[in-house]
């Protein structure tokens, strides 16, 4: 299975870039990456998705290199709405078999 | 359109007790999954249903955790005996299509004294 870890914390203010990676040396060929954003006594809530490249949506950018040992995820412009804490999520779907592996958590809080 | 929902938000039992968690999914969705995290520790991928059809269940601690999805719609998550380390949040998702996007319910809040 692969194996998903991201930095534990990171700080910045408002009006920055963010940049959040994840590390999942053992991805295997037809695993997605997904990003999740959760707030306090909330359930994760979607914010990207891809395979490989790069892949942008309203909130978001996701950059996956060729080797899909990692993923970034990009936020542009932050704003003090966007302290929460962010998950990678590997997608794994081996023969039929479903599994689904969390990154360790990044929590994300942007400062005025 | 309702999203995922959950039942207790908070439940506190003692120790041998049973517990029983439901996840009502959004309408239309078969796939459903059960997910935790126990304190200090990351979310893990506890079991994924297609429909009424357990997928995997390599993520249930022990067997005293029971998951069922009768008629495919909504599904319970049983422990039976409760013990100590169960403590955590209880987390359902659900979606369309096999690795589409998860929609996540806002999670159940195990205690077990």
């Known amino acids: 299975l692969a194996k998903t870890t991201q930095p534990i914390s990171m700080d910045s203010y408002e009006g920055q870039e963010v940049n959040i990676t994840c590390s999942h040396n053992n991805i295997a060929t037809n695993d997605y990456i997904t990003w999740y954003q959760q707030f306090p006594s909330q359930g994760p809530r979607f914010i990207i998705q891809?395979?490989?490249t790069k892949v942008t949506n309203e909130v978001a950018s996701l950059f996956i290199p060729a080797d899909r040992k990692s993923s970034t995820l990009s936020l542009p412009r932050v704003s003090l709405s966007d302290t929460a804490v962010y998950y990678c999520?590997?997608?794994?779907?081996?023969?039929?078999?479903?599994?689904?592996?969390f990154g360790t958590g990044t929590r994300l809080k942007v400062l005025a | 359109e309702a999203g995922v929902t959950q039942f207790p938000s908070h439940s506190v039992i003692e120790k041998g007790q049973t517990v029983t968690l439901r996840c009502d999914p959004i309408?239309?969705?078969?796939?459903l999954y059960w997910y935790r995290r126990v304190m200090g520790k990351e979310i893990k991928f506890l079991l994924h249903f297609v429909k009424e059809s357990k997928q995997d269940e390599s993520g249930m601690p022990n067997n005293r955790f029971l998951a069922e999805r009768t008629g495919g719609t909504y599904s319970t998550l049983k422990v039976q005996p409760a013990e100590l380390e169960d403590s955590g949040v209880y987390f359902c998702?659900?979606?369309?299509?096999?690795?589409?996007?998860?929609?996540f319910g806002p999670g159940t809040r195990l205690t077990v004294l």
């Open positions: 998702a659900s979606s369309q299509e096999v690795l589409d996007e998860q929609f």
């Open positions: 309408s239309g969705h078969d796939n």
């Open positions: 999520l590997v997608g794994e779907a081996p023969s039929g078999t479903y599994k689904y592996i």
């Open positions: 891809g395979y490989k």
